[in-house]
């Protein structure tokens, strides 16, 4: 059974960072492209960033460039996203998305996207 578990996520000042993490099971990890989107209620789900299945390749939207990094741990099976210099409207709930592939690349869409986990809360207060 395939398992997505976030971690990290809290209340952080504007300015401030947070580190979440994505805990993959059933799966082979090194086959998995990866990614992390974000909802706010009452919109839609947002890409955040991707990461291709051998970490070479990344991918962030216009919105979190030059703040966020994503990254990923083989031996730990484990996918990060680094949030610093964080706003207010980096608030939401954020998701771990996974695919399994034989492609080396990363997509920023949500349908290319199989398995999700079941979100983190991350609130930004001014």
């Known amino acids: 059974q395939v398992q997505l578990v976030e971690s990290g996520g809290g209340l952080v000042q504007a300015g401030g960072s947070l580190r979440l993490s994505c805990v993959a099971a059933g799966l082979t990890f090194s086959n998995l492209r990866m990614g992390w989107f974000r909802q706010d209620p009452g919109k839609e789900r947002e890409f955040v960033a991707a990461?291709?299945?051998?970490?070479?390749?990344?991918f962030y939207a216009d919105s979190v460039k030059g703040r966020f990094t994503i990254s990923r741990h083989s031996d730990k099976n484990t996918l990060y996203l680094q949030m610093d210099k964080l706003k207010p409207e980096d608030t939401a709930v954020y998701y771990c998305a996974a695919k399994a592939t034989p492609l080396d690349n990363y997509v920023s869409s949500s349908s290319e996207y199989d398995h999700w986990g079941q979100g983190t809360q991350v609130t930004v207060s001014s």
């Open positions: 990461i291709s299945r051998g970490g070479v390749s990344t």
